[in-house]
């Protein structure tokens, strides 16, 4: 990790024992199961928001803590590795939405109830099965906004949200002019289909969308970043229980190689994305191209490694019973969140003038 | 080396700034400014401008091209926070370590100061600081690359000195080396605790030093071969049968230096951009793209790997300084930057096409000539130093803790 605080890694430290401790895999596995309506832990998320974590980057002034995306990031990075069900990205994101361009009075009266938990928000972008932040019809006449967005992450529970209309972002809350379709996914989170039929909406002004989704990308960068390291951690300790031909399958060099390959590739992905929320703390003006390296390379070796999971655990890893599909199916729907690997390469090189 | 590790107080920190600042001004000409003579880890011959000799002597002399090595061997004593306010002295002067790089400084000196006697300290370790003297490596054999444990060359007790027989080779810089330091068999029958670190005179009666045709062409690769040397037991650092350890401790320093050194990738971010020579040699689409959209996706993963191997050697630098010990990240560097490296002169040929494979003379850019013989000698990165196979083996065994077939 980039030098933390002495408080950042005490968030960070207490966020890793909580996830191990509270919500591993099984947790995930019993909300699964159960399939509540919000299609998260809500159990756990209100340990989150006693925690304060719903507010990390909001500032003290409206009841958070004031801290930064290195910090939110440490946080999800630990949820990540548990595959912890959390609308702690999505709200998170959103409150960046309303601190950029929010106004006094926005602000004032939506932070503080994303800081308790008594709100969750998320972003309203894509219009379509794929992240394309040009391609928006949505729009806004007389104060009402309507229009259909897909794949909305927590949209089945969320009761703010930051929607994408031709001419800018606006708060819209979550009930009157509001409906909501349930998308059953592959990673069992909430990912709904969200039509607004003239529902009362509240300009952000002067807030880039660019600048919104980049943050949005940068959070799931840092869940990523934590479910890549636990598929491989636990790859590697299966391989070294695993006996075949009267020998542990860690001692067969071809196997050896594999993982030496993912584990370069890892840290390789830790400084991309720890270089993104950096890049976004720091307010320096290269956050697309830091957020499109980081979430180009945490694509590709977040397929990698949770592709290899599988593969290198054998039939057992095939299994509902085993854990390997639930990092594979989640890994796949972050990868195409927020812009997928080829979308990043894409801008980019736009951004490079080539 | 017990000072470098207290870091001074910020005002005596401030006083050695103004001092090294009179000291660059009295000795650094600023009409050197951009004319870096550095030696290498690869030496090559001494054609240094009486300027730049001048300059050499000057930092040698004050023991600032070591600044962290202790005061009674000609270093220059200083802790690391007064060796890193040196380094932006002299940046922002535009000064540089004539002796940074070589040998001598980044292998074979701080291997000798951890094991070497005082004797042999007293000896050896002055001539590095001023850069007078060149070493070569004396490590592998024909028989012997990556399973080097298995080297041959055999040392004879002849009581107050051995008689040294046998081959290495790829001896970088061998024909402009003065001294050698070499790992030699002094029991046969056993693999590692049968060998033993010396250091030769490459003057001695019996040395002789062939270089090695490359496929990129002339190279400071050698083949040596060692006919009944003698060899005084003065110059064994070790005990006999120690040589495997502290020839391991040795390349430790070399691997860091290989892919960790920052200066590699700080150079791989200079120059003409591979987008702008593509632009140049390719054409643009009506977008304004590189129009073969192929190499245009290449180019922009390797320019995505480079940053995310330069964000990875700034935390490599930030835990180090942080004190939580290395970083498991150090142990990719050399891969990655062998894979970076390689990967560019490669896109470099395919940019140019058939102008990117002149061998030499008229009708090529001097660049691209270049370009060329550096993608032919590139090969070697992932050779040398620890294949990336070895490499690789390393991080499973020792990172990942995978163990050996039983």
Redesign the interface.
Known sequence: MAVLTEEQTMLRDMAREWADNESPVTAFRKMRDAAPAALFDTAGWQSQVEMGWAGILIPEAQGGAGMDYVTLGSVLEQLGRTLTASPLAATSAAASAIMLGGSEAQKAEWLPKIATGEVIATLAIDEGPRFDPAKIAASVSGGKLSGAKEFVAEGDSAQLFVAAAVDGLYLVPGDAGVTRSTRHMVDFRSHAQVVFDNAPADKLEGVDLGAVTDRAAAATCAEMLGMAEAAFAQTNDYLKTRVQFGQVLASFQALQHRMAKMFTELELMRSAVEGALEAIDGGRPDVPQAVSVAKAVAGDTLKLVSSEMVQLHGGIGMTDEHDAGFYLKRARVLETMWGNSAWHRERFARLGGY | MATAEIDAPVNALDAFRAQAREWLTENFDSALKGKDNSMSAVEGPNNDTPEQAKWKKAIGDKGWSVPTWPTEYGGGGLSRAEARVLQEEMARVGAWNPMGGSMGVMMFGPTLLEYGTEEQKREHIPPIVRGELRWCQGYSEPGAGSDLASLQMFAEDHGDHYVVNGQKTWTSGGQWADKCFALVRTDKSKKHEGITFLLIDMSSPGVEVKPIQLISGSSPFCETFFTDVKVPKGNRVGPEGQGWTIGKRLLQHERNSLGGGGSSAARLFAGT?L??L??KYVG?DGE???ADGEL??K???H???L???A??L??IQ?DA??NSGPS??TS?MK??GARIMQERSELLIEIRGMAGLGWEGEGFDEDALKDTRHWLFGKAVSIYGGSS?I???V???R????????
């Open positions: 951009p987008s702008a593509a632009k643009v304004g793209r590189i245009r996706t180019i922009i993963r320019e995505m790997d940053r995310a191997f964000l990875t700034k935390r930030l300084k942080s498991a990240a990719i891969n990655v196979e490499q690789n083996n991080i499973a065994k990172i990942l803790g995978m163990l050996d077939h039983q």
